[in-house]
């Protein structure tokens, strides 16, 4: 039998990691470390430097996508909400989210609010915490309001990990996610340069995996996937260059980006596990590292619909912003089935798109949607209007 290539290697680890429902490779990890606890955390940003200075394992929540059937799920939820937060109690009810010691939930929207109420009923020896991000811009408040925050989940998570957070600790955590957030940069930065050499099904699944394991075996694979890529030219493919927004909370199902991709364009950009970029380069080492996290995030947070923007005008530039730093022909809208906070800020992102110019197109989807022959005849056509027309 053939041996795999070691690009191959890393997207076959990847995807047995991103597909496990059971979480195979976190509780491995936890078995092989007698004391050491996990803490799970929902889209879209949670601030995993205090998680692993704490000495627990950060691991990211994300449903069950289209490979878990909804039962008990559905008794908790009306139909009119997105599917994230059903499948993420199917997951809890099931039994397959039992090695968490705490669940972080981030304010992205009433429904993820609510989610971290129904948590605590349903798993009441389980520490639940909503993390209520700071917004309205970068203030000086701001960053001391999220220092205290901050400051009060590293002293509960070093209690329930019976390790106190040290500033030594959450520097050496700090690097580390520096790191991180270097290689994800790079990763992107290829893909954006060559699309066809790094498909976006193969990064998100990387990415996806690199969520569930620790963070060193993430680093390891990243950098041979990198390796493998620089090693192959591939072949280079006329496809329309598109930037896909609004699936930052709800993952796409991964058929649903191989989709766009094989009908004629290559994801250049995207918000898909925004929380890997929430934080735009690198948080300083010097100093107070609460400070410096806090600052971090209140200053150079990642524009996205779950961040307040004062400007009015804001929201509609953002787009045009985009599309130019990428080079991208044109911006495919594609956010979850009633997820408020993309659906809310499309209008002004539209807007922004047409006033520019901007060729685009926008459908919405869910973790379990099986219409991916309609977006691929959308994405198709959408690619060849690109190719004859451009945005005229």
Same mark, same amino acid.
């Given at each position: 039998m053939t041996e795999p290539s070691p690009r191959a290697a890393v997207v076959d680890w990847a995807a047995q990691i991103a597909e496990d429902l059971d979480f195979a490779a976190a509780r491995a990890h936890l078995a092989e470390n007698p004391g050491r606890k996990a803490a799970g955390y929902l889209p879209v940003y949670a601030p995993r430097e205090i998680v692993r200075a704490a000495g627990m394992l950060p691991v990211g929540v994300h449903g069950g996508g289209d490979r878990l059937e909804i039962i008990r799920g559905d008794a908790f939820y009306q139909s009119y909400i997105c599917h994230l937060?059903?499948?993420?109690?199917?997951?809890?009810?099931?039994?397959?989210?039992?090695?968490?010691?705490?669940?972080?939930?981030?304010?992205?929207?009433?429904?993820?609010?609510?989610?971290?109420?129904t948590w605590q009923l349903v798993s009441p020896e389980v520490y639940v915490r909503y993390?209520?991000?700071?917004?309205?811009?970068?203030?000086?408040?701001?960053?001391?309001?999220?220092?205290?925050?901050?400051?009060?989940?590293?002293?509960?998570?070093?209690?329930?990990?019976?390790?106190?957070?040290?500033?030594?600790?959450?520097?050496?955590?700090?690097?580390?996610?520096?790191?991180?957030?270097?290689?994800?940069?790079?990763?992107?930065?290829?893909? /954006?340069?060559?699309?066809?050499? =790094? #498909?976006?099904?193969?990064?998100? %699944?990387?990415?996806? *995996?690199?969520?569930? &394991?620790?963070?060193?075996?993430?680093?390891?694979?990243?950098?041979?996937y990198l390796a493998a890529v620089e090693a192959d030219a591939g072949r280079v493919r006329d496809k329309a260059r598109v930037v896909v927004v609004g699936a930052f909370c709800e993952p796409p199902p991964i058929g649903l980006i191989k989709t766009v991709e094989r009908a004629g364009c290559s994801i250049v950009d995207d918000d898909f596990l925004?929380?890997? /970029?929430?934080?735009?380069?690198? =948080? #300083?080492?010097?100093?107070?590292? %609460?400070?410096?996290? *806090?600052?971090?995030? &209140?200053?150079r947070a990642v524009r996205n619909s779950t961040l307040y923007e004062a400007d009015p005008e804001g929201k509609r530039r953002l787009i045009g912003e985009r599309v130019a730093a990428a080079r991208a022909d044109g911006v495919i809208f594609a956010s979850a089935s009633f997820c408020d906070p993309a659906l809310l800020d499309r209008p002004m992102l539209r807007a922004g798109a047409e006033a520019a110019c901007i060729p685009c197109i926008a459908f919405q989807f869910a973790e379990n949607t099986g219409q991916f022959q309609q977006f691929r005849e959308q994405a198709g056509t959408f690619a060849d209007a690109i190719k004859l027309w451009g945005g005229e």
């Open positions: 937060p059903r499948s993420v109690i199917e997951l809890a009810q099931s039994g397959r989210l039992d090695f968490l010691s705490a669940v972080l939930f981030p304010a992205t929207c009433d429904v993820i609010r609510n989610l971290s109420g993390l209520d991000l700071p917004q309205g811009g970068a203030s000086e408040l701001a960053a001391e309001f999220w220092k205290e925050e901050l400051g009060v989940l590293a002293a509960d998570l070093g209690r329930i990990a019976g390790r106190a957070v040290t500033g030594d600790s959450l520097r050496e955590a700090i690097a580390a996610y520096n790191a991180v957030r270097s290689l994800i940069r790079e990763l992107y930065r290829v893909r /954006r340069e060559t699309p066809w050499r =790094v #498909p976006s099904e193969e990064l998100y %699944l990387l990415l996806r *995996a690199g969520e569930t &394991v620790p963070l060193e075996a993430f680093v390891e694979r990243a950098r041979a925004l929380g890997n /970029r929430m934080i735009d380069g690198d =948080v #300083p080492l010097d100093g107070d590292p %609460l400070g410096a996290l *806090a600052r971090a995030f &209140v200053g």
